[in-house]
């Protein structure tokens, strides 16, 4: 019997094949995939999986593809930081990072999703793939076609960071800058999505896309000597890695690999485009859609597909939400690097950001077992702290000129 039973609507329950769709044609709500977990239960352990390659493919018995052929290999198995300089700054006894910033090949956590959904447009006979993006799932989209030997189609907004834009045009995949924010992209690849027959990896084969996240959980839980966490903060853009997240935390239970769940679950959003965090804080189960203008372009969704579940998830977890201001990202992303040695992208910034508000407001305690998730490399999103972290210093060729600026004493030592 296959693992995968069908794609069911998560709002009324109509069960599909697992073909690339991703919408109700009874009520529109959208499609995830429904495993058979006793099926799974019979042939998954942690040996199993400890004995697996060093990637996401280690838990290929929890995602949507058929195999034996993966996609991606590299993706995945990041490091989980015990983060003790940070957290004795944030009084925490036991926080931990999650460090996306170096995933394979793009240096984001999209490089989970897309190995995901590119295996299975594989499968699905496509040819073609393509989507919507920020930044981050273009980069990752257009390096995992190529390695495939895949046609590409990346559609970004016309104001992205330089670096992401140059992490696409690398690959040679045809690149198409659309004159508007995300929301006006992902319209416009909604139709094309429509008239081709090409695999949009966050449009017809979104179901498929969206279980990749959830190795971020196999993998801390694991990291962890399979518990899980106390509390994470989790960065949201269209809240669909917050939920998946949740999700794969209630499979490993489910499949007998950790005793409970004991998680609370914090989603953290930029001021100038929090839909979800807003909605959270004002005592709503319904967001409104908002006009981004953020530093946190990855995270810009002002219209977020998964921001109701996202919303539901932290609410069943008894976790919290919070926003930052661009100032708090930029210091975010700073704190991160002078403690830990990690330069993350803006959504690092939220997420760092927030989790130091979480802690102030008590939400998060001293001694909660705490994992914060950052998914994307600095280098892509330099623009943001360029005019925040100083200038070289600038010496003649000499040693009085060296002592002289860093105020050097006899016994060595000193600061400019």
């Excluded at 760092?352 to 939400?363: D, E, R």
């Amino acid at each position: 019997m296959t693992k995968m039973k069908a794609l069911v609507c998560r709002e009324c329950g109509k069960e599909y094949p697992t073909k690339a769709i991703h919408v109700c044609e009874m009520c529109f709500g959208p499609l995830e995939v429904k495993y058979n977990y006793e099926e799974i239960k019979k042939n998954i352990s942690r040996k199993k999986i400890q004995d697996g390659p060093l990637s996401i493919w280690r838990y290929a018995d929890l995602l949507p593809v058929e195999g034996p052929t993966f996609l991606g290999p590299h993706a995945g198995m990041t490091p989980l930081v015990r983060a003790k300089n940070l957290g004795a700054y944030l009084g925490l006894d036991e926080l931990y990072i999650k460090n996306d910033t170096v995933n394979h090949p793009t240096l984001s956590f999209k490089d989970r999703v897309v190995a995901v959904a590119i295996t299975r447009a594989r499968e699905l006979g496509f040819e073609t793939i393509a989507c919507a993006s920020t930044g981050n799932l273009a980069n990752s989209v257009a390096a995992h076609a190529a390695a495939a030997g895949m046609r590409a189609y990346v559609f970004i907004p016309g104001d992205l960071e330089a670096a992401k834009v140059l992490g696409n045009l690398i690959y040679k995949p045809n690149v198409v800058e659309v004159e508007g924010n995300y929301d006006d992209v992902n319209r416009l690849c909604s139709e094309i999505a429509g008239e081709y027959a090409w695999a949009f990896v966050n449009i017809n084969v979104r179901p498929y896309y969206a279980e990749g996240s959830k190795t971020l959980a196999y993998e801390t839980v694991e990291q962890l000597g399979w518990r899980t966490p106390d509390q994470v903060v989790i960065p949201m853009a269209s809240g669909s890695l917050l939920t998946k997240i949740w999700k794969g935390l209630h499979e490993m239970k489910t499949l007998g690999l950790v005793d409970d769940v004991r998680t609370r679950i914090n989603g953290a959003q930029a001021e100038g485009c929090s839909p979800i965090s807003t909605a959270f804080k004002a005592g709503r189960d319904f967001f409104k859609p908002v006009k981004p203008k953020t530093i946190a372009k990855s995270l810009a969704i002002g219209n977020p597909a998964d921001g109701y579940y996202a919303l539901k998830a932290t609410a069943e977890s008894k976790g919290s939400m919070d926003m930052v201001s661009d100032g708090e990202v930029v210091e975010g992303i700073k704190l991160l690097a002078q403690t830990e040695g990690i330069f993350a992208e803006t959504a690092g910034g939220v997420t760092i950001g927030v989790l130091q508000k979480l802690v102030k407001q008590g939400t998060i305690k001293k001694g909660d077992v705490t994992v914060a998730y950052i998914t994307g490399n600095g280098l892509k999103t330099q623009e943001a702290v360029i005019d925040a972290v100083g200038k070289p210093h600038r010496i003649q060729p000499s040693l009085a000129s060296f002592e002289k600026t860093f105020k050097m004493g006899k016994n060595g030592g000193g600061d400019a």
